[in-house]
């Protein structure tokens, strides 16, 4: 049996990015979350938010690790995999790669010293602005990342030569026509991500009646984030959609399971695409929604997958059904997110079981509703690597095998393996042990006093040999 090596390096690069992606949009969130803990604690005095701060930094810290170890694989990749692909797109994503790792890697490893080592060490603002610092690292990424990812959705700002893109406006190139929309989405997915895991994970410890003061207000602080940042989200989704349809329609076609060019869409809730017969089985739709919602108008035209040939047409049931699970999650959110607020009287939120039990479930929501939002985005642009400038199949090694291909995909899968069953056993200890006691921490910071400012330690020293 012949092994395509296209298909394999395909299944490979959605392997390594589905694994790590879920560690971003994890730490992402859960940065900010630990810099708003610092913030309060410095402020307040306040001992319940140094106690949250402390055990969030430990999860932070194990799945910042799980992040930084899966990510460096998928620039490798480029070269071994898709080294057409590395030397065609050269001269754009070297430099915005680059960008990021000077710009965003190095102001977090730096700052995340002092927030993992520095306690009792600096004064307090330095390790709230070490949080901070830390958290603004996190965004600084992303957008460069998220870049170079949308300049491959919407290419702008280059013309190409000799098989070479050359960038002729880097303004053009790295603010292009979708990466606005595709970053605001992506942080407030991330602000969703930390907000359900920390309320999930609280909502599990007071379930178990642990420490049910400190984690009712990290589940009272997660509620009404979430109240703001789900609804927020479907607006921005909605925003980003608009944006897709503007720009890479028959992504949006697979999306919405449209064949033939219509005027007044329906919205299908349920369909079987069937792709060798151009059609659907089993429709079960709104009319006109669909395109109300992508052109403001009940009568507005939305294009059909059959207005480009059969090969360059995308998976569409796989971007069809992925699209459904994301927006799904997405309602549920908002639901969750309201009910928080109607469970407001008398903290009924803290104590309402079916609620709790429902939180910790929909801790593990958003990386569900993440990994498919990224199926969407990377299934629907097929076959195209770079949309409408390079397929997958131009953009492969020319030397690379089945078997090679193979290989490494095995390989890959076995030690991300232990990487996540490592990772997985940290946190559930992080977990079982659960927030410090606040005696605990009394005595850490009598033993390992906080720093004091300069000229305060010269001139206590100073009154020190006077009085002797």
Same mark, same amino acid.
Do not use: C
């Given at each position: 049996?012949?092994?395509?090596?296209?298909?394999?390096?395909?299944? &490979?690069?959605?392997?390594?990015?589905?694994?790590?992606?879920? *560690?971003?949009?994890?730490?992402?969130?859960? !940065?900010?979350?630990?810099?708003? %803990?610092?913030?309060?604690?410095?402020?307040?005095?306040?001992?319940?938010?140094?106690?949250?701060?402390?055990?969030?930094?430990?999860?932070?810290?194990?799945?910042?690790?799980?992040?930084?170890?899966?990510?460096?694989?998928?620039?490798?990749?480029?070269?071994?995999?898709?080294?057409?692909? !590395?030397?065609?797109?050269?001269?754009?994503?070297?430099?915005? %790669?680059?960008?990021?790792?000077?710009? !965003?890697?190095? %102001?977090?490893?730096?700052?995340?010293?002092?927030?993992? /080592?520095?306690?009792? @060490?600096?004064?307090?603002?330095?390790?709230? /602005?070490?949080?901070?610092?830390?958290?603004?690292?996190?965004?600084?990424?992303? /957008?460069?990342?998220?870049?170079?990812?949308?300049?491959?959705?919407?290419?702008?700002?280059?013309?190409?030569?000799?098989?070479?893109?050359?960038?002729?406006?880097?303004?053009?190139?790295?603010?292009?026509?979708?990466?606005?929309?595709?970053?605001?989405?992506?942080?407030?997915?991330? /602000?969703?991500?930390?907000?359900?895991?920390?309320?999930?994970?609280?909502?599990?410890?007071?379930?178990? @009646?642990?420490?049910?003061?400190? $984690?009712?207000?990290?589940?009272?602080?997660? %509620?009404?984030?979430?109240?703001?940042?789900?609804?927020?989200?479907?607006?921005?989704?909605?925003?980003?959609?608009?944006?897709?349809?503007?720009?890479?329609?028959? @992504?949006?076609?697979?999306?919405?399971?449209?064949?033939?060019?219509?005027?007044?869409?329906?919205?299908?809730?349920?369909?079987?695409?069937?792709?060798?017969?151009?059609?659907?089985?089993?429709?079960?739709?709104?009319?006109?929604?669909?395109? #109300?919602?992508?052109? $403001?108008?009940?009568?507005?035209?939305? &294009?059909?997958?059959?207005?480009?040939?059969?090969?360059?047409?995308?998976?569409?049931?796989?971007?069809?059904?992925? *699209?459904?699970?994301?927006?799904?999650?997405?309602?549920?959110?908002?639901? #969750?997110?309201?009910?928080?607020?109607?469970?407001?009287?008398?903290?009924?939120?803290?104590?309402?079981?079916?609620?709790?039990?429902?939180?910790? #479930?929909?801790?593990?929501?958003?990386?569900?509703?993440?990994?498919?939002?990224?199926?969407?985005?990377?299934?629907?642009?097929?076959?195209?690597?770079?949309?409408?400038?390079?397929? $997958?199949a131009q953009g492969l090694t020319p030397s690379l095998t089945g078997g090679m291909a193979l290989f490494t995909l095995?390989?890959?899968?076995?030690?991300? !393996?232990?990487?996540?069953?490592?990772?997985?056993?940290?946190?559930?200890?992080?977990?079982?042990?659960?927030?410090?006691?606040?005696?605990?921490?009394?005595?850490?910071?009598?033993?390992?006093?906080?720093? @004091?400012?300069?000229?305060?330690?010269?001139?206590?020293?100073?009154?020190?040999?006077?009085?002797?």
């Amino acid at each position: 049996m012949d092994l395509d090596p296209l298909l394999l390096s395909r299944i &490979q690069f959605a392997f390594v990015v589905s694994f790590h992606a879920i *560690f971003p949009v994890f730490t992402i969130g859960l !940065a900010s979350y630990i810099a708003a %803990l610092e913030g309060l604690s410095w402020r307040t005095k306040n001992p319940v938010w140094e106690r949250l701060s402390r055990f969030w930094i430990q999860v932070f810290a194990v799945v910042f690790g799980m992040g930084v170890v899966s990510g460096i694989v998928m620039a490798f990749q480029f070269g071994t995999n898709w080294s057409n692909f !590395a030397y065609a797109g050269a001269n754009f994503l070297g430099p915005v %790669l680059s960008y990021e790792v000077v710009t !965003a890697f190095f %102001l977090e490893a730096a700052f995340l010293g002092v927030l993992l /080592f520095g306690r009792g @060490k600096v004064p307090q603002g330095v390790h709230f /602005f070490a949080a901070v610092m830390v958290a603004v690292g996190t965004f600084i990424s992303s /957008f460069w990342i998220l870049s170079a990812n949308s300049w491959m959705q919407t290419p702008g700002g280059y013309e190409l030569r000799d098989g070479m893109v050359h960038v002729t406006s880097w303004a053009d190139a790295i603010f292009n026509a979708s990466l606005w929309p595709r970053f605001f989405h992506m942080g407030l997915a991330s /602000f969703l991500t930390g907000g359900f895991v920390v309320a999930g994970v609280s909502a599990w410890y007071l379930l178990r @009646k642990k420490d049910v003061e400190v $984690h009712k207000r990290a589940l009272s602080m997660s %509620l009404w984030l979430l109240l703001i940042i789900a609804p927020a989200q479907v607006v921005v989704g909605d925003i980003h959609g608009l944006n897709t349809f503007e720009n890479q329609p028959t @992504k949006v076609a697979a999306m919405e399971g449209v064949w033939e060019t219509e005027r007044g869409a329906p919205l299908l809730l349920f369909a079987i695409p069937d792709q060798e017969a151009q059609t659907n089985h089993f429709e079960i739709g709104i009319p006109r929604l669909a395109s #109300f919602i992508l052109t $403001h108008d009940w009568d507005g035209e939305v &294009q059909g997958l059959k207005e480009v040939p059969p090969e360059e047409q995308p998976p569409v049931a796989i971007v069809f059904w992925s *699209f459904r699970i994301m927006v799904g999650i997405g309602m549920l959110m908002v639901l #969750f997110a309201i009910t928080g607020l109607v469970l407001r009287r008398k903290e009924a939120y803290a104590r309402t079981t079916w609620f709790l039990q429902g939180m910790r #479930f929909m801790a593990i929501s958003p990386f569900i509703a993440v990994l498919a939002g990224w199926f969407v985005t990377e299934v629907g642009r097929a076959p195209w690597l770079i949309y409408e400038v390079m397929t $997958h199949a131009q953009g492969l090694t020319p030397s690379l095998t089945g078997g090679m291909a193979l290989f490494t995909l095995i390989g890959y899968i076995s030690v991300y !393996a232990v990487v996540f069953a490592a990772g997985l056993y940290y946190l559930m200890r992080v977990l079982r042990v659960g927030v410090a006691p606040e005696h605990e921490m009394t005595t850490a910071d009598s033993n390992n006093q906080r720093a @004091k400012r300069p000229l305060s330690a010269a001139s206590a020293a100073w009154e020190e040999e006077t009085q002797q």
